[in-house]
């Protein structure tokens, strides 16, 4: 299933397992099972029949996968999984986020946003941390995650926001951070491509982003990559006592 297709399960019961573990981000099936079709008395095959059928139409319909140990997630249909390159002697892994990497993502972003240059990715932080599940896809919001791992460890990001709402469903919201020990080696422009190559497929025409003025190394990074600045608000940002310009920039696809 694309992020960006919309949502369109038949059937009560359907719908209410898709929304459990869209909510849940990954939940054990057997969990699931158990709170949404609880056998009373104990023991009626029904309820488990009726839950399995059901999962089993979802899966087909591709709106759920389910691991090989039994977690059922959203299913997402990403092209080319992953890619894996060597940079400066580090072996590097981009792939699609899953919800195991959210610890990982969600500290990259905290570390990032103590350097005060990526205000935005603050905002995404505290809603992982809030919520506790990386991808959605609802009816009111989609977004998606890409990786960069060295080592299995998260060291950097690549994140696409995008409303269900259809005046703005050509457009997606980015944020893109690396940590600091692992910039310079051409990590950013590959978690970048993918997400833009993401957001193509998917069928959106413009990608869009905010940044301090202050960070001026992200600006010359970005404008080198073919994105324009579209707008500037003057002191948006207050950063110890110091009003900051956001710079709005964006690339059409």
């Keep these: 299933m694309e992020l960006t297709e919309p949502i369109a399960i038949e059937g009560d019961e359907r719908v209410q397992i898709y929304e459990y573990v869209e909510a849940h981000g990954a939940v054990d ?3 699931a099972r158990e709170e949404l079709f609880p056998a009373d008395p104990p023991g009626d095959p029904q ?12 899966k087909r319909d ?9 977690t059922l997630r959203i299913a997402i249909d990403v092209k080319a999984e992953r890619e894996e390159f060597t940079t400066e002697d580090v072996d590097v892994t ?7 990497d959210l610890a990982g993502i969600v500290g990259a972003m905290r570390q990032v946003v103590e350097e005060m240059t990526y205000i935005e ?8 941390d809030h919520e506790n599940v990386l991808l959605r896809h609802n009816e ?3 977004r998606m995650f890409f ?25 997606a919201e980015l944020t893109v951070g690396i940590l600091e ?11 970048l491509d993918r997400a833009l190559e993401w957001a193509r497929a998917s069928d959106h025409e413009k990608v869009y982003q905010s940044v301090p003025s202050t960070n001026e190394a992200a600006i010359e990074f970005f404008e080198d990559r073919d994105w324009e600045i579209e707008a500037v608000r003057e002191d948006h940002y207050k950063l110890e006592d110091e009003y900051i310009d956001e710079v709005m920039m964006a690339i059409e696809l």
């Design 94 to 100: 981009i792939r699609a986020a899953r919800q195991e």
């Design 62 to 70: 591709g709106y759920l996968e389910e691991g090989d140990d039994g």
């Design 140 to 142: 009111f919001e989609s």
């Design 29 to 31: 099936r057997e969990r």
């Design 147 to 171: 990786v960069a791992t060295v080592d299995g460890e998260v060291v950097g990001w690549a994140h696409l926001h995008v409303p269900n709402l259809e005046k703005l469903t050509h457009t």
């Design 121 to 128: 990715a603050e905002t995404v932080a505290d809603e992982l």
């Design 47 to 58: 309820y488990t029949r009726a839950f399995q059928h059901n999962v089993a139409i979802l």
């Design 181 to 191: 020990e692992y910039r310079g080696m051409g990590i950013g422009s590959q978690l």
